[in-house]
């Protein structure tokens, strides 16, 4: 029985532990923090089993994922980049908004995001190219233009409606090459070219921000007198307008967070800061050992308090215990991919395992920093935790794949030991 078992939990016993530690703080905070969800459906058990059944497939994914040799990796990455780059592009002309941006593609009757796939993707694309050209003294200078002709124009594909993931996406694949090598003379160029990139996007944000705002609000008020019903009034307000019409939301995240005006209590406008606002009071309200799982009071006024907030909820009902825990997983999930890529005799795997654990890591890193008031809004998903479809699954195969690794890197040690 045992043995079934094993043959079933491959690879990294450690990872499988912070995989199922993960999950069953998902499920219970998912559950808790789905009120929202609940009421308006009137369905008290079919959110929290639909994230059951989320996670469960997500399971059954990394399961065959590791199960596939490391090397067959490399034959999808042809067909991953067409995949890619297609839903990428049909998600900007025909995709549904989610919080004013086309964000995701619905098909048969299921809905996914293309950027999900697009990360993994490229994590993929450039442990190839960084294995493929690494030399003695590191990799090629060549591998620098080849990582940049297709990590441009995926971010910039993914950036146009979702900006926060096409920073995260560029930070994994920049941390990639300071470990793959890549000469460091393109690095500090490529670390120049961001910071005066950096300053001219916040310039064009603060300045055609404020304008889209300013079109848009006018826009509002003269569909308000000339509509014929309240639903024409809301679909407009919705829709915005324009090319730049992301710019008016980034440009108001980067003002709410970045304001030095201390506010008093009494004088805070919480309909204006609402999330903020709700996940400030849920942390306050922590204390050590939290109001314990289910008795959170912030679900009730958190839109997203199963998703984008649900780091706040985990803090207001597992306290400050709880939430460093949850901090602990990651940092040994990072850790022990570290520790594997270590032992991988070929550059390949060394290189996929860190950058998915990095992916992982550094979404969960930007979802707790927005929680706790550290960041500005950024709409990311902490990873196998919050609630979700394509994003649950895709990260169970990240899992799968570090898994995979795992495997391959334990078995020649095993061999290099017995032939010593």
């Known amino acids: 029985m045992n043995k079934k078992i094993g043959n079933i939990f491959k690879g990294d016993k450690v990872i499988w532990m912070v995989f199922f530690f993960l999950c069953m703080i998902s499920i219970i905070e998912v559950f808790s923090a789905s009120s929202n969800l609940t009421y308006k459906t009137q369905n008290y058990m079919g959110p929290i089993t639909y994230h059951a059944i989320m996670i469960l497939i997500g399971a059954a994914v990394a399961v065959v994922t590791l199960n596939v040799p490391c090397r067959y990796f ?37 809905t996914f995001q293309p950027s999900e796939i697009a990360k993994g993707t490229m994590v993929l ?38 900006l926060s993931t096409a920073a995260l996406l560029f930070a994994v694949v920049v941390l990639m090459m300071f470990i793959g090598r890549v000469p460091m003379s393109q690095m500090g160029k490529l670390m120049g070219g961001i910071a005066v990139a950096v300053a001219i996007f916040l310039a064009l944000v603060m300045t055609l921000g404020g304008i889209e705002e300013q ?23 919705i829709k915005g307008g324009g090319v730049f019409h992301r710019f008016a939301t980034w440009r108001n995240r980067i003002l709410k967070h970045f304001g030095d005006e201390d506010v008093p209590a009494e004088e805070y406008k919480i309909d204006e800061n609402f999330q903020v606002g709700h996940a400030n009071i849920a942390i306050a309200s922590s204390g050590i050992i939290g109001k314990g799982p289910g008795n959170s009071v912030e679900r009730d006024y958190l839109p997203q308090a199963f998703s984008d907030f649900i780091y706040a909820i985990i803090i207001e009902e597992m306290g400050i215990i709880g939430a460093a825990f949850v901090v602990f997983l990651y940092i040994v999930l990072l850790y022990r991919a570290a520790r594997i890529a270590s032992r991988c005799e070929n550059n390949f795997p060394a290189f996929l395992i860190m950058g998915l654990a990095l992916l992982l890591v550094i979404q969960a890193t930007f979802n707790m920093m927005v929680a706790v008031g550290l960041a500005p809004v950024t709409g990311q998903p902490l990873p196998l935790i919050s609630k979700g479809g394509t994003s649950t699954i895709i990260n169970c195969a990240y899992i799968g794949a570090i898994l995979s690794v795992s495997r391959s890197a334990k078995m020649k040690k095993e061999v290099k030991e017995l032939r010593s």
């Open 74 to 110: 490399k034959l999808m990455t042809p067909f991953l980049l067409i995949i890619s780059a297609l839903t990428l592009l049909w998600v900007l002309i025909g995709g549904e908004s989610i919080n004013g941006a086309n964000r995701v593609i619905s098909l048969l009757g299921f």
């Open 215 to 237: 079109r848009t609000k006018e826009n509002q008020m003269t569909d308000a007198v000339s509509a014929t019903s309240e639903k024409q009034v809301d679909k407009d307000a």
């Open 125 to 162: 694309i450039t442990a190839q190219i960084l294995s493929a050209m690494q030399r003695e003294t590191g990799a090629d200078r060549k591998a620098f233009k080849y990582i940049m002709l297709i990590l441009m124009p995926t971010t910039f594909l993914i950036g146009i409606e979702n």
